[in-house]
Structure formats: C-alpha cells, structure tokens
C-alpha cells in the first residue's frame, strides 16, 4: 500500500541537502575557504 502511493509522490525538495550531510556522518562539507555549504544542483533532477 505504502508503495502504492509513494509512487505517486514527488522527490522531496530537500533530499540533496540531506544526502550529501548524510553521506559525511552529519558534518556539513566545507568550500575552500573552510566555510560550511551545500552543493545542489539546479537542473539534474
């Protein structure tokens, strides 16, 4: 049932942000001058 409607859904808007925390065990990535930022892409998806 769950599958049923889950594919009826949309990409959740803030799934990039939360993969690319996830994948660093919740550290934010840092640009080169050390600041935390997160890289989205604008038109892959």
Do not use: C, W
Request: without cysteine.
């Amino acid at each position: 049932m769950r599958t049923e409607r889950d594919a009826t859904l949309s990409m959740p808007r803030l799934i990039i942000p939360s993969i690319q925390v996830n994948i660093r065990a919740g550290q934010l990535p840092k640009d080169k001058d050390g600041n935390p930022m997160l890289k989205v892409p604008v038109n892959a998806l």
